[in-house]
């Protein structure tokens, strides 16, 4: 059996766990809004049109910030059709996802339902084909009180309250060729500069999220950071990160080492950021908002989903509905703990997407929602994830892989508070057992040693509609607590979570 040793010393601080790490991402793209959130036929809509089934799973998963409306999406997309009574509102064509948008939802209606799950909204502006102006209108619509004309308009359309919202994205995938408006890395630092300040001339407060790379593949990667954190620094507070990870035909071994490609995606953004913040000579410090993160298998978006014939424009079609497999889950839980790693930095994250859309959560019109199989690394990180994340010393044999070098067999982090500690790890030896010792020393007394493992003999063992329980975390009854150690036994390719209280 492989064995592997981990020093666990609240001593030694990463920073403060900020809730919005555990944020997702609606966009406006197949089934997500349209039968996902949205389905006023459905036997359990609410008097909104809501499932509130639907609405209870993400209550359990725990998501905090949303971002919506995307995504491509947003890069065509007239916020101002999105408003106001539902018969007067225009249908339009997607030209990012090949579709027909309906705007049956829009801000008030999305807002309405984060209401009913309990988060916070984080709204993407349109500079793919648009700009400083109705960036101002739809923040005013959003954010003023009354007296203006786009604040009365939400006011006579039923929301006296303003929205409030606090984050704002400012564009989305600027450097992708794919996106409506690409521009080079100067013309967008210019637009989302200008955006940005004159944004900031209504609330200086807001938390605004500038574009970085689309993925670190990119080969504008690293200068496209530099340049327009240059030209934006002073007006902004984030800069975006987007990832998106799936196997190399049956290269599972390099698969289940993705979370370190994020961690060196996180680093290399990071060192970036501050290579600026000291040439243009500023106390402000510039973090992270990884507000697209997933396992999507886009080759199979690609190859089999993708709509190229011209005259169709289905409305909601069935885009990019991956089914999630134990192995996917695994990678999926070492992203969050890559995420978790980098919490002195990364301070928001989006999960996308939250339903039907390469989600956590999938429905079935008419029929039932169920929890995919990557439901329950987010979920349990969510509630279980303590205040502070610490720095480990993990001790763990390696193994080679083509993509990435020589990975720890063994992953993990640990969060910590006054209430006590917990720790997640991945083994992601496909064959092999993996016995983890934990060095405890430095922890105060705890009673109780608690742990769950997501594992399964089928590594390709996923949630369906016939069987939405399959998969599901199972008690870890290996837990021994000796003089000063805690151990457990991790299973080949599993994700697992421990708590000591």
Known sequence: MIRTHLTVDPHFVVGPIDRRLFGSFVEHLGRCVYDGIYEPSHPQADEDGFRTDVIELVRELGVSTVRYPGGNFVSGYRWEDGVGPREDRPRRLDLAWHSTETNEIGLDEFATWLDKVGGELMYAINLGTRGILEALDVLEYANLTSGTFWADQRVANGRPEPHGIRMWCLGNEMDGPWQLGHSTAEEYGQLAAKTAAAMRQIDPDLELVVCGSSSAQMPTFGEWERIVLEKTYDNVDFISCHAYYEPDGAD??????????????IDAVVATADSVKAVVRSEKTINISFDEWNVWYQSRYHDVDRITDVQTWPVAPRLLEDSYSVLDAVVFGSLMISL?????????????????????????????????????????????????????????????TERYGEVSIVDAVATHDEGGTTVFAVNRSLTDEVTLEIDTRALADFGDAEAFSLFDDDIHAANTLDHPDRVVPRPNTSVQIGEGTVTITLPPVSWTVLTLA
């Open 252 to 265: 599972y071994a390099g698969f289940l080492a993705s979370g370190v490609n994020m961690d060196r995606f």
């Open 340 to 400: 978790i790693r980098h919490a002195d930095r990364v301070t928001s994250a989006s999960l996308a997407q939250l339903v039907n859309v390469i989600a956590p959560i999938m429905t079935e019109p008419g029929g039932p929602a169920w929890r995919q199989t990557t439901f329950y690394p987010f979920s349990l990180t969510s509630r279980l994830a303590r205040a502070t994340a610490l720095e480990l010393r993990l001790d763990s044999p390696t193994y080679d």
